[in-house]
């Protein structure tokens, strides 16, 4: 079975960093558009951002300049590399694949940012 697993989370400090890794099982990541969600306390799931397999990306206008998405194909992972950290970041972030037909997600991974 297709499996997305999500790593990288925990507590920082706003104005902190982190960086999130999702890497896939069973799943050739370099035929799949690849992306990050968040879904907050009291919201519903929200896109954070893309990366095609063509390597062109997308960010939500709350995270740009602050985030990065990148993919290691060979190694089926993808990132998301987070500067700068607010504490409206908070949320638990999840790992999505979207094919032709299916789409996979991950369990999600919690990034609390807090003092």
């Known amino acids: 079975q297709v499996q997305l697993v999500e790593s990288g989370g925990g507590l920082v400090q706003p104005g902190g960093s982190l960086r999130l890794s999702c890497t896939g099982s069973r799943i050739t990541f370099s035929i799949y558009t690849m992306g990050w969600y968040r879904r907050a306390p009291g919201n519903q799931r929200e896109l954070v951002a893309t990366i095609s397999s063509g390597g062109g990306t997308t960010t939500a206008n709350s995270v740009k300049g602050r985030f990065t998405i990148s993919r290691e194909n060979a190694k089926n992972t993808l990132y998301l590399q987070m500067n700068n950290l607010k504490p409206e970041d908070t949320a638990v972030y999840y790992c999505?694949?979207?094919?032709?037909?299916?789409?996979?997600w991950g369990q999600g991974t919690q990034v609390t940012v807090s003092s």
């Open positions: 999505h694949a979207q094919g032709s037909k299916y789409d996979y």
